[in-house]
């Protein structure tokens, strides 16, 4: 039976920096259209508070993202509280890591996605196979960062592109 691809997506400035104070530190519509195109279809695996701060972006007051399983990883113990907030179907809990990808599998037989924040990829940098990396050019303030991911080679590169903010580039990379 072939392998479950594991892969990592993520947008970062040059120093890495992903998230201030709970929130992503730029807004950049193709960073959001370059994200849904990979993960739909797909399984997704966030933590908890990226997942509440998505809800807030795309202000779907309390809607999972559409056509992904989502699961949400969180040190909660009562599970209880949060599936009585989120009655969806494509919505699942865990309380590791490891338990997630597992749930994932389930469903997902070619990729599983995972999506932040900086806990979760810190834990998943280990089992992922890939990287879709956003880099944005430039340093920005943050007090959450991606890991250290130089064990990973570039494999697919866009020319680096700008929006009306901002310069940035589209990676590829592969363990």
Known sequence: M?????SI???MS???AIGYKDKIPWHMREDMI???????GHAIIMGRKTFE???GYY???GKPLPKRINIILTRKKKL?????????????????LEESIEIAKKYEKKEIFIAGGAQVFKQGIKHADKLYLTILKGNFKGDAFFPDYSEFKKIDSKK???????RYTFLELER
Do not use: C
Request: a positive charge; zero cysteines; glycine letters at 0%.
């Open 2 to 6: 072939k392998k479950v691809k594991i």
């Open 9 to 11: 997506i993520a947008a």
């Open 14 to 16: 040059e120093n890495r």
């Open 34 to 40: 370059h994200f849904k195109e990979k993960t739909t």
């Open 53 to 55: 701060s998505l809800l």
């Open 59 to 61: 202000k779907r007051s």
């Open 80 to 96: 209880s509280e949060l599936i009585s907030l989120y009655r969806y179907n494509d919505i699942y809990f865990a309380h590791s």
């Open 160 to 166: 680096e592109s700008q929006d009306k903010n901002y």
